[in-house]
């Protein structure tokens, strides 16, 4: 394992009786972390710990032959396939410039998932089951490399289980993420192979159960949540999914458009093998027309990322694609949330979806699914195609009713040899506050975290290329261009802390490919100004090595109810 666990400086917020700057040797004390998980039952241990989803190449030269055709299986009677062959072989990094000539490029790549300690001491690392080293009854599930929008990490409504997304296919598939989904098939989609989506779900144990699905056909799955409270009234508890769907013409087929954006699914313990997927099953819609513009391609306004739940209420957001709306938005399940104008904030008491939503099969093709949902009071609200200046909003995190924390990834501009300078430019990328305003019912931007990240500061990774990529013309080395996924932990002294998986920018041909970072900062919940959070800073507890990537980051199971600082 080539990650690199760091000793830094870490600096926090000025309390009373606290400097502003802690040696991380202190904050793991104070976060009684700085000890291995317990020996018990539990493959996380009772001390409370991290767990950060990874995915690592398998760097085989022969997955890739230069000059073959790609996509696998593409119709030129049906798809626009590109012409000419794969550039590259399947040595990384050279290998992602073959993006530049088929743009589903990916190869499916093991997962793995590290308990760490909140300082960033790997524990120990569990192997998610695969075709390499594949499960009971051979269940198995991999990522597709370099997809940077996959692997988030979320924990179950009462904490026992942690989830995510991924795709049964076998280690070293080419084009799985831009695959049609089985039941879903895309005629015109040019990646002319078929593979189920499937949520995975951990326990404390280490026990892994797989639970598959015909959405996000010729896109990617990205995070899921299972709700499997008391009062669900499903059995095993059901999945709130979000992702995108469509890799073909326009219009798309009904079931394409079904499979996007937020999706909810019934768990199931049942082997893959057993399983028989169904038509996908929509959990709610947005289209811009709430907001007065004119309506997009169908399906495309769902083009759904980060997810959390909050206080019953499901959240989501979305920051890639021409359409729809950058922005965080919430799912109304009582109607009165945004009765005009498609911004609101949630209705006092409102209870979680229980059921997929109720739509007109034959009025899908045409106008899309019924509107349930709302972009949340005070973001953004300008349509991506009018909006002068773009939001990239990832993962969000609640440290309580009045305050959110979300992630911008940053635009991951490499237009030209200014993208470090561009990087280093940006206003809004990093870790943004958000403080909801009572009376005015409305969420206010309070500041953006940015220092210690380096945005735009090109650094080396042990056994990259130097200097340019004759593919791109650009610097092989990445910079951090912003934050993806998030997750965090109020202390009771009025701090909170969160960790961070960075996204970078360089010139590869696949940004998502460079080796990124897990880093934390904390800040004081109470604090609204900028300059209260002047001497705030963030440090770099790990760095992915050569071929690896981080991707998600969660409080491991069990945390919420177990020993947690």
């Known amino acids: 394992m080539a990650i690199t666990t760091l000793r830094s400086t870490f600096c926090g917020p000025r309390l009373a009786a606290r400097p502003a700057c802690l040696s991380l040797a202190v904050f793991l004390a104070f976060a009684g972390a700085g000890a291995p998980a317990q020996a018990d039952d539990s493959f996380f241990g009772d001390s409370g710990l991290l767990v950060v989803s990874r995915s690592v190449y398998d760097n085989a030269s022969s997955t890739v032959t230069p000059g073959m055709a790609l996509p696998p299986n593409c119709n030129s009677a049906q798809a626009s396939c590109p012409t000419g062959g794969a550039p590259d072989d399947g040595t990384y990094p050279t290998v992602w410039n073959n993006a530049l000539y088929d743009a589903s490029f990916g190869i499916a790549s093991r997962i793995f998932l590290d308990a760490i300690t909140p300082g960033g001491h790997v524990v120990r690392t569990l192997e998610v089951p695969n075709s390499l080293h594949p499960g009971h009854d051979h269940d198995q599930l991999v990522t597709s490399f370099s997809s940077k929008s996959e692997l988030s990490l979320n924990l179950s409504s009462d904490g026992r289980y942690l989830t995510f997304m991924g795709y049964v296919a076998p280690v070293n598939t080419i084009d799985v993420s831009n695959s049609n989904t089985p039941g879903a098939i895309d005629p015109t989609n040019p990646d002319g192979q078929a593979f189920y989506r499937a949520v995975a779900r951990l326990d404390a144990e280490g026990h892994f159960s797989f639970t598959e699905t015909n959405a996000y056909s010729g896109n990617n799955g990205r995070s899921a949540l299972l709700n499997n409270g008391k009062d669900n009234g499903k059995g095993n508890g059901f999945y709130y999914m979000v992702g995108n769907a469509g890799n073909g013409a326009n219009p798309q087929p009904v079931d394409v458009i079904l499979g996007a954006g937020a999706q909810f699914i019934e768990a199931t313990k049942q082997q893959e093998a057993q399983q028989t997927p169904g038509t996908p099953t929509p959990l709610a819609s947005f289209s811009v027309t709430q907001l007065g513009a004119k309506a997009d391609k169908v399906g495309k306004d769902d083009n759904f990322r980060g997810l959390t739940v909050f206080n019953n209420v499901v959240y989501f957001t979305k920051g890639s694609g021409g359409n729809g709306v950058n922005t965080v938005y919430f799912v ?66 609640f440290a309580d009713a009045n305050t959110l924390y979300v992630a911008d990834e940053g635009d991951g501009y490499a237009g030209g040899t200014d993208l470090y300078t561009h990087a280093a430019q940006q206003t809004t990328a990093g870790l943004q506050k958000w403080v909801y305003n009572a009376v005015t019912k409305s969420w206010k931007l309070a500041y953006t975290l940015q220092n210690g990240l380096d945005l735009g ?109």
């Not at 960075?502 to 897990?518: C, F, H, I, K, W």
């Not at 900028?530 to 770099?540: L, M, P, R, Y």
């Open 332 to 397: 109304d399940t009582t109607g009165k949330a945004c009765p005009s104008g498609g911004v609101g904030v949630p209705v006092a008491g409102a209870k979680l979806p229980a059921n997929p939503l109720a739509y007109d099969a034959s009025t899908v093709a045409a106008n899309g699914l019924p509107s349930n949902v709302c972009v949340l009071a005070g973001f953004p609200a300008t349509p991506n195609k009018t909006a002068t200046k773009l939001a990239y909003p990832f993962g969000v995190w």
């Open 457 to 565: 500061a090109a650094y080396t990774v042990p056994g990259y290329p130097v200097g340019t990529n004759s593919a791109t013309r650009l610097p092989w080395s990445p910079a951090t261009d912003g934050l993806r996924n998030i997750t965090g932990h109020v202390g009771q002294d009025g701090t909170v802390t969160i960790w961070a998986i960075t996204s970078t920018v360089s010139g590869n041909g696949d940004q998502g490919a460079d080796p990124n970072r897990l880093v934390a900062v904390r800040d004081v919940v109470r604090n609204t100004t900028a300059s209260g959070a002047a001497n705030e800073h963030f440090v770099t507890l790990r760095e992915a090595g050569f071929g690896e990537v981080l991707r998600g980051v969660s409080l491991a199971p069990g945390a919420l109810s177990g020993k947690w600082f």
